[in-house]
């Protein structure tokens, strides 16, 4: 059969004609979420960045014109509040929630609860609390213009375990499941929800951040391979939300080619 049976609605990206659309990209001050405000920035879309520290989103806003929300995600407040201020300014397109990351690599034996802690505050409860509170105004969007996006960025710590990594594999395996849910609950909505589970990604701070600022440590993670860049999963976000309005791109793995599982990283080899 050949391909001129295909409906005439599907066309393999969204029509140029597209209103232009807002985005939330939590986490913005640094690594992927700062790529992912550049990236969507250049395609045309409206961005509110969103992290904790002003200073930085103040010099991404100089750079690309990026709105900006100082923030911390762990306060219910003052997520309540954003979603608030999204909702006088102009609605709300499209959330990347990719505010997260890991502290620690110890055993079970010897994990700190608190590291723990601070892991499901922020990228499960983060995630949750900023998914229920825009939510309404994706629906609305989605509603208007015919598709809004919940973006998820969780990681291949989501798809399995390895030494040392229980605290961050469970809490990117609980925001997995909020993603699969959550998709499973809104079905048939005019609102997608999309996961994207990179593998090593050399930012600046992720790793610097889990070993509480040990630079050697952190190096270590990305040495005698190539990892990925901020800016290849900031495109890999671009390419899930440009899709026509009836595609829905459940989940996107990405890996350096050097890395085939969590712990099986190939150095030395030039790849
Ligand atoms: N790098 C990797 O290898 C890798 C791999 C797979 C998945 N990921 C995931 O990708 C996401 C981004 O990682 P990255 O490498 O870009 O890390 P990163 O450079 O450390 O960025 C983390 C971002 O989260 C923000 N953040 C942390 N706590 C926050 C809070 N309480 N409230 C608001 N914002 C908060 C930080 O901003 P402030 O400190 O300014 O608040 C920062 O902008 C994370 O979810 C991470 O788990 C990373």
């Given amino acids: 059969m050949s391909d001129s049976t ?11 004609t597209t209103p232009t659309r807002r985005a939330l990209v939590t986490g913005a001050s640094s690594g992927i979420g700062a790529a992912t405000v550049r990236r969507l920035r250049a395609d045309g879309w409206d961005v509110v960045a969103a992290a904790r520290r002003a200073d930085r989103l103040e010099t991404l806003a100089a750079e690309t014109g990026c709105e900006v929300y100082a923030i911390d995600l762990t306060d219910d407040d003052a997520v309540a509040a954003l979603a608030s201020h999204l909702a006088a300014t102009g609605g ?19 994990a700190d609860v608190d590291d723990w802690r601070r892991m499901y505050e922020i990228n499960v409860l983060g995630t949750l609390r900023v998914t229920k509170a825009v939510l309404p105004l994706l629906r609305k969007a989605g509603g208007a213009k015919g598709v809004a996006d919940v973006v998820n960025v969780t ?11 229980a605290g961050y594999t469970g809490a990117k395996h609980a925001e997995h499941m909020l993603s699969q849910t959550l998709r499973w609950e809104i079905a048939g ?83």
């Avoid at 295909?6 to 140029?16: C, D, F, G, L």
């Avoid at 709300?92 to 010897?110: H, I, P, Q, S, Y």
């Avoid at 860049?229 to 009836?246: C, F, G, K, N, Q």
């Fill in 189 to 271: 909505e005019p609102v997608r929800v999309i996961e994207i589970a990179p593998g090593a990604v050399a930012t600046e701070e992720f790793s610097l951040v889990r070993f509480d600022g040990d630079a050697e440590k952190a190096a270590a993670v990305y040495e005698g391979y190539t990892p990925l860049v901020a800016a290849d999963v900031a495109e890999t976000i671009a390419w899930t939300l440009s899709r026509p309005d009836h595609v829905n791109i459940d989940l996107v793995t990405l890996r350096p080619r050097a890395q085939a599982h969590n712990s099986k990283i190939v150095r030395g080899t030039g790849a």
């Fill in 155 to 165: 990681s291949t710590a989501a798809q399995g375990a390895y030494e040392g990594g």
């Fill in 6 to 16: 295909a409906p005439e609605t599907a066309t393999s990206t969204r029509p140029k």
């Fill in 92 to 110: 709300l397109d499209a959330v990347v929630n990719n505010a997260g990351g890991a502290f620690g690599l110890d055993r079970v034996e010897d």
